[in-house]
């Protein structure tokens, strides 16, 4: 029996390596093509340190991030806190004089977005960085032992966590047929962000090079605590671990918000999308990974047989797939059944493109991160706010450099325009009817203390 064996896995290996070369060509040739679409090519560092000056001078919207940073607390209203701004940590990014490294400027505050805004102008930083608010102000860490009071949830996706799920692209490389994994961690995590915890305000921005950062910034999410942020994190953690270690959780049963993920988004992006663009079950290695996951050697075994010099599809191998562990699923006589198929189907989609968050970054409240309308350095590209309903839509490729900015070709009308209208007209709306039920609330107060 075990020679039977042995004597099969030889001759299906023969066939593979028949086949093997062809397919590796064939995805060597994707990738070729593909890369002449990169959307990360590297600008002239020295391009982008010659332009910053004026694009802090012309561009970038301090007074606006300064605004928001404060969440109503530096307008002129009886309830505002006015110590609340000052109390902020920035941090400045500067390069090096010979260029060789980074001098990072932490525990930076300011009063108000004028100094704010000169403070910027001066240092001309590489990237700015936002922190938390504080118990004190940032500059007075020697006289005072500082904590955290409050700071936005955060949320970082990186492209290069998905590099074992892209057939197009590595490291910090992006393109066309691998972004689109973005887009569906930008409607899975803004729907369950919304929907299952209520947060209302959220900031969606491009990284300016391989990946998306979100802000919440509800009063609520910004006073949670650390514990209280890792278990939201932790909420979107369906796939943990790396590589042959990685696992898929609450699937079996589905989880209503991995369900919705799974029907609102995932399936769909699955066939329409991930598999025609990755190709991923044309390629030996990256089938292999695919096929290992439904656990069941001896289905594997016959799907390779099946697809051995076949000239299907991805969508098409997904269908065939699809039919076979169906067809596994059904009880038969005499025969054992392998419970592990009844979401294997499921599982495999999750395991390739269901978000990869950072949870790191989300648990800590002292976490720096960079803040919008930065610029990338390798890339000089802008980081701009993103509209989550239209996802879809967004083209890394389109968002202007400060190149771009600096010779006239491209503006960030429309970035503000996005900033304003999909985030902060709604978060100021809130923040000004907070300060009023505040004042309102004294009043009455006041009122009945007259009357006693």
């Known amino acids: 029996m075990g020679s039977t064996v042995g004597a099969r896995g030889a001759e299906r290996e023969q066939k593979r390596a028949k086949t093997h070369g062809e397919e590796d060509d064939a995805t060597a040739m994707s990738i070729d093509e593909q890369n002449k679409e990169n959307v990360s090519a590297n600008v002239s560092a020295s391009d982008v340190r010659a332009t910053m000056g004026n694009y802090y001078r012309n561009f970038y919207p301090a007074e606006a991030l300064f605004k928001w940073l404060s969440h109503g607390n530096d307008e002129r209203h009886a309830k505002a806190d006015k110590t609340y701004a000052g109390k902020r940590e920035f941090c400045f990014v500067l390069d090096k004089e010979n260029g060789d490294g980074e001098i990072f400027c ?27 608010v504080m118990n004190a102000k940032p500059a007075h860490r020697h006289s005072v032992k500082l904590h955290s009071v409050e700071r936005e949830l955060v949320f970082d996706i990186d492209m290069t966590d998905y590099d074992d799920v892209r057939t197009c692209c590595k490291d910090a490389q992006i393109c066309g047929k691998c972004w689109p994994l973005m887009t569906i961690a930008i409607k899975i995590l803004d729907a369950g962000l919304r929907r299952d915890f209520g947060f209302k305000h959220l900031l969606w921005v491009y990284s300016g090079r391989r990946g998306v950062h979100c802000w919440v910034s509800d009063e ?36 209503p918000s991995v369900k919705r993920a799974y029907d609102d988004v995932l399936k769909k992006y699955w066939i329409e999308t991930y598999l025609p663009e990755q190709r991923i079950l044309e390629n030996n290695a990256k089938l292999d990974q695919v096929l290992d996951l439904l656990e069941d050697q001896e289905l594997k075994d016959e799907l390779v047989d099946e697809f051995n010099g076949s000239k299907m599809s991805s969508v098409e191998r997904w269908r065939v797939i699809e039919e076979r562990v169906m067809q596994a699923r059904q009880p038969k006589q005499g025969v054992k059944r392998n419970y592990t198929l009844d979401f294997a189907l499921e599982k495999i989609i999750f395991w390739h493109i269901y978000p990869r968050v950072d949870i790191e970054v989300s648990k800590h409240m002292n976490h720096l991160l960079k803040g919008p309308f930065c610029v990338h350095p390798k890339t000089g590209r802008v980081c701009v706010p993103m509209d989550p309903a239209k996802a879809e839509f967004f083209d890394p490729a389109a968002v202007p450099t400060v190149i771009d900015l600096d010779n006239g070709n491209k503006t960030l009308d429309e970035a503000m325009r996005t900033f304003n209208e999909t985030f902060w007209n709604a978060a100021e709306a809130e923040n000004k009817e907070r300060l009023t039920s505040l004042t309102r609330a004294a009043k009455a107060a006041n009122a009945t203390g007259m009357d006693f």
Not at 106 to 132: H, L, M, T, W
Not at 229 to 249: H, L, P, T
């Open 220 to 255: 609520r999410a910004r006073k949670l605590s650390d514990e209280a942020r890792a278990a939201v994190a932790e909420y979107f953690a369906v796939v943990k671990g790396q590589g042959k270690s990685r696992r898929v959780y609450s699937i079996n049963p589905m989880h």
């Open 106 to 132: 932490r525990y930076q505050c300011f009063e108000d977005a004028g100094r704010f805004a000169r403070e910027v102008r001066s240092k001309n930083p590489a990237r700015i960085e936002f922190g938390p």
